[in-house]
C-alpha cells in the first residue's frame, strides 16, 4: 500500500477541509502504472502467455517469469529505459510518439504476444481500481469529496471511479468523489471534449514537459469522460510553466518527489481552486510517478545547485558569507 500523507499548510493556503497527497511513486518502476501491470500480468500467465508486450512513456513494465517486449518512444527519459534494461526487458526505442508505439504494439499481438496496453487491455483498469480501495481504507473507511490526477489516456482516472463504484455498490460509501482530470494545455484532448459534451477525445498535438501524459489520442476516453461527467467533476489544463513550481510545492509539503506529470495534478489543484470550484472540501491528489527515473526535469525546476571549492580556510569563510 502507497502512503498518504496530508498537507496542511497547502490545504490553509487554499482554504480546503483537507489536503492529501497519494505518493503512488513507491512502486517497483516509480509509477502507479505498476498496478496495471501486476494484473495483467497475472492474466497473461493464466492465459499462458510468454511474451507480454506494450507500448509506454517507460512508466509501464512486466515481470514474473515472462518475456517483457517494450516499446517505448525514442525520447523517454534515459533513467526510464535503464530501468526497464535492469528488470530485463526487451526495450526497443520507437522513432515515433507513444502513439506510433502503442499502434506498433497492437500489430504485434498477430505473434500470440500479449498485449498490456492502457485501457486496450480492460484489465489495466482492474489493477488501477485498487488505488481507490486503499484510499478509502487509508481514510479510515471513506471516500474523499475529490480527486486531482494528471491525464494521459485516462485509464488512472477511470480505474479509481471504477474502485469507487464497486465501494458504493458494496453499500461502503454513499457517494463517489468528484473527479477531476487534469492535463497538460499542449496535449489537452480531453479537457475540450468533455467542455463539448463529446464522447471520444483527440488533439492535434502532445507537447509538454510532463512526457508521461503526452498524449494525442487517450485510449480511455470514453471511460474517462463518463467518469468526470457522472461524479459532476471537470477536466482542467495545466502550462508547462506552472509545472516547476507544482514539483517544488510537492517536494516542500509533503517530500514526495512527484515527477512533471504528476506534478500537473497539483496545477490543476491550484486552478480550480483560484476559479471557485472547489468548496470548503476534503481532496486526494495522486501523485502518479516519483522524478527519480527524470531527474533533468526537476533541476530544470529548480536551477543547479551552486558549485564551490573545498579549500579550507577559504571555502568556509565564503560559505558563512554567502547566509
Ligand atoms: C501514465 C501516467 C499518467 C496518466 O495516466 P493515464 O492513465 O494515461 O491517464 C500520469 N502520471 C504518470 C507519472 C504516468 O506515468
Redesign the pocket.
Known sequence: MDPLYRAERTARQLGLRAVYVKDDGRNPTA???DRASAVVVLKALAEGASVVTTAS?G?ATAVLGLLAVILVPHTAPPAQIAQLLIYSARVYLVEGTCDKAFDLAVVAEAFGWYCRH?AYNPFTRKGKKTAAYELWDQLGGRAPDRAF?????????SGIWKGFRDLAALGWIDRLPVRMGVQAEGAAALAPAWARGDTDARSERAQTIAD??A?RR?R?ARF?LRAVRETGGAFLTAQDEEIPQAMQTFGREVWVFA?P??AAAFAGLKKAVREGMVGEEEVVMIA??NSLKDAPSAIRATGEAPRISAAIPEAPKRLHAAW
Open positions: 509509477s502507479f502504472k512513456s512508466n492502457t490526477m494528471a491525464v494521459g489516456d485516462g485509464n488512472i482516472l508521461s501524459i498524449v487517450p480511455d474517462a515527477v506529470s504528476a502518479t510517478g
